[in-house]
């Protein structure tokens, strides 16, 4: 099932915010100046600047371009809020402590924090909107397997069959009689390839010896695996917490790698793999070279993994020489 590009799992999403926020606080200043100056405007270039990447740093902090989905709204404009205040307040400390806030409008600055906090906030809430009806028309949408019985399992199915506004659609649901059966039609699905985002197995706690069986039948499954037994202190388990519209679940096997940890880490992937091929090159080298010289055909040979989403990865490794082969065999 290909990946959408405004899921949690593209970076679009991510780029798009960063440009977005930047653009907002250089915009918001050019605006605060003309309407403070008029045509005379002076164009603090420096405090546009550093405040551009104090708000985008103190977003990285707060949580802002962590996915919104099945988050309410108002959690995620508090964070937005948040973000936005600390990188005027910082900014305003650091002209202080510099000695350099004579040089700058005090009425610019305070047009520019409060334009700026709100066109932060009302592009969100557009933003928000915009996605929430993309999502009724059954766009950017995660398609969820569902294992359940009890009221929140009843609830649940209830709650996301009427509306797909948090962009979550219930594709296959097994009703929990017992766990043979269960178990039974869980295989008899994934048997069908059918894919599926995530998984949601909405059981109560008297019910969790169901817990260690999934968990092995989906052990070649990338998706999302996620606990939703309906108790609101879950933060007291080892597990993370996740709100998904009105309901708790607990995220029993869920990638951390979303929007600004997966940027940091495939940044710091390129960069050591870089550096770790150029100091073993020589080593590669001549290994191509002893594969090469000891038997026909290619150096490498091609292998397929599982990766991210889903999606199948090419892997090269060297060649095993039949000369190799066969003294390993006579070692064995």
């Known amino acids: 099932m290909p990946t959408s590009l405004l899921s949690g799992r593209s970076r679009l999403p991510l780029f798009s915010l960063v440009i977005m926020d930047i653009a907002i606080a250089i915009g918001c200043a050019e605006l605060s100046e003309y309407i403070r100056f008029g045509n005379h405007a002076t164009h603090y270039v420096n405090a546009m600047a550093i405040q551009a990447l104090l708000v985008v740093v103190f977003s990285f902090l707060c949580d802002v371009y962590s996915p919104w989905r099945g988050r309410k ?4 404009l508090s964070r937005v809020f948040a973000a936005w205040l600390l990188s005027f307040m910082t900014l305003f400390a650091i002209l202080v402590l510099t000695k350099t806030s004579a040089q700058y409008s005090r009425i610019w600055l305070l047009i520019w924090g409060v334009g700026g906090i709100f066109m932060a906030l009302l592009t969100r809430f557009v933003l928000y909107r915009i996605l ?20 929140n399992f009843e609830a649940m199915r209830a709650y996301f069959s009427k509306d797909n506004s948090l962009g979550f659609r219930l594709q ?29 197995l909405c059981i109560p706690f008297n019910k969790n010896s169901l817990l260690q069986p999934v968990l092995f039948t989906l052990r070649h499954s990338t ?3 996620r606990y939703m037994p309906g108790l609101q202190d879950l933060p007291l388990l080892n597990h993370n917490i996740t709100k998904v519209g009105d309901f708790v679940t607990l995220d029993i096997s869920c990638s951390p790698m979303d929007n600004s940890n997966a940027f940091i880490k495939r940044m710091s992937d390129i960069l050591f793999a870089s550096l770790i091929l150029l100091l073993i090159s020589p080593v590669m080298i001549g290994v191509a070279i002893a594969v090469k010289l000891s038997s026909p055909g290619p150096v490498f040979f091609r292998q397929y993994r599982h990766g991210a989403s889903g999606k199948q990865v090419k892997v090269y490794k060297f060649r095993v020489t039949a000369h190799l082969r066969t003294s390993s065999k006579i070692t064995t």
């Open 172 to 200: 296959h649901v097994i009703e929990h009689h017992n766990n043979e059966q269960a178990l039974a039609e869980l295989q008899e699905y994934l048997a069908e390839n059918k894919g599926f985002d995530e998984c949601w």
């Open 223 to 225: 998706a999302n695996i």
């Open 132 to 151: 929430m009806s993309i999502r009724r028309r059954g766009r950017n949408t995660r398609h969820v397997l569902v294992i359940g019985e009890g009221r």
């Open 73 to 76: 709204l108002i959690e995620r």
